[in-house]
């Protein structure tokens, strides 16, 4: 089991699940703008590689975990043309601006939301044929049981496709990405979404986060058979594949 250093978003004493609620409900309204902004517009690319794993498979039935407002779930319908994807978040303020973007882009028949604490889902075993998940597990308050239900509510050789913040590893863009998320993002996420706290503590989840073969080691004791990953952007960002 992999002890995950438990970091909140804000020093009130409440539950972590209930202070990133909270926190994404804060930052909804200016939340796309920003993770536009401060990835330079490149968290787009990253979530089309994340999807093009998934194309050969050709899969109907997807969830999107820690869907937010919708980003990753919107372009998986255009790329991959599923019969349904479902968006599960805890945060109902991301998921508000997710129906509307879906409503303006025609694919209200395709993708619906549900509010769901993705550590303990309502969906059957083996209901969807990949989950995917875009900048959100890093939340989880128990990433162990997180990914466990992920692989639970995934078919029998089903796949899931992760893209997540990581830290580079390699001279100098690690010391040039430490220098970036520890003043220019916390700073400028200050200014825009008006929350002190919500951009701080979204680096200090990246650095404590599982990562490349540690995570490996996470998702096949999740329950996952076969597990890969690739560093992209000088390891700014990590996708990781896996089946059950």
Same mark, same amino acid.
């Given at each position: 089991?992999?002890?995950?250093?438990?970091?909140?978003?804000?020093?009130?004493?409440?539950?972590?699940?209930? !202070?990133?609620?909270?926190?994404?409900?804060?930052?909804?309204?200016?939340?796309? @703008?920003?993770?536009? $902004?401060?990835?330079?517009?490149?968290?787009?690319?990253?979530?089309?590689?994340?999807?093009?794993?998934?194309?050969?498979?050709?899969?109907?039935?997807? %969830?999107?975990?820690?869907?937010?407002?919708?980003?990753?779930?919107? %372009?998986?319908?255009?790329?991959? &043309?599923?019969?349904?994807? =479902?968006?599960?978040?805890?945060?109902? *303020? +991301? +998921? !508000?601006?997710? &129906? !509307?973007? =879906?409503?303006?882009? *025609? %694919?209200? /028949?395709?993708?619906?939301?549900?509010?769901?604490? #993705?550590?303990? +889902?309502?969906?059957? /075993?083996?209901?969807? /044929?990949? =989950?995917?998940?875009?900048?959100?597990i890093r939340n989880f308050s128990d990433l162990d049981k997180g990914l466990t239900e992920m692989c639970r509510v995934l078919k029998h050789g089903g796949h899931l496709s992760i893209v997540e913040l990581t830290t580079p590893v390699s001279f100098p863009m690690k010391?040039?990405?430490? %220098?970036?998320?520890?003043?220019?993002?916390?700073?400028? *996420?200050?200014?825009?979404?008006?929350? !002190?706290?919500?951009?701080?503590?979204?680096? $200090?989840?990246?650095?404590?986060?599982? @990562?490349?073969?540690?995570?490996?080691?996470?998702?096949?004791?999740?329950?996952?058979?076969?597990?890969?990953?690739?560093?992209?952007?000088?390891?700014? #960002?990590?996708?990781?594949?896996?089946?059950?």
């Amino acid at each position: 089991m992999y002890k995950q250093e438990e970091i909140k978003p804000y020093n009130d004493g409440t539950e972590k699940a209930g !202070q990133v609620e909270q926190m994404f409900d804060n930052i909804a309204p200016t939340y796309d @703008q920003l993770n536009h $902004r401060l990835s330079w517009d490149i968290d787009r690319r990253w979530r089309k590689k994340a999807i093009r794993q998934l194309a050969p498979h050709h899969p109907k039935q997807i %969830l999107d975990i820690a869907t937010g407002t919708g980003d990753f779930a919107i %372009l998986a319908a255009q790329m991959l &043309q599923p019969e349904r994807i =479902v968006g599960a978040d805890i945060s109902e *303020g +991301m +998921m !508000q601006i997710g &129906q !509307q973007k =879906v409503k303006d882009k *025609g %694919l209200v /028949d395709i993708i619906t939301f549900a509010r769901e604490d #993705c550590t303990s +889902m309502s969906f059957a /075993d083996n209901t969807f /044929d990949a =989950v995917t998940a875009a900048f959100g597990i890093r939340n989880f308050s128990d990433l162990d049981k997180g990914l466990t239900e992920m692989c639970r509510v995934l078919k029998h050789g089903g796949h899931l496709s992760i893209v997540e913040l990581t830290t580079p590893v390699s001279f100098p863009m690690k010391q040039l990405f430490r %220098l970036y998320s520890h003043t220019v993002l916390p700073l400028y *996420g200050k200014l825009i979404s008006k929350d !002190q706290s919500a951009y701080s503590y979204l680096t $200090r989840t990246i650095e404590a986060f599982p @990562q490349g073969e540690t995570m490996m080691e996470v998702l096949r004791n999740a329950g996952f058979s076969q597990s890969s990953f690739r560093r992209l952007t000088f390891g700014i #960002c990590t996708m990781y594949f896996a089946t059950k």
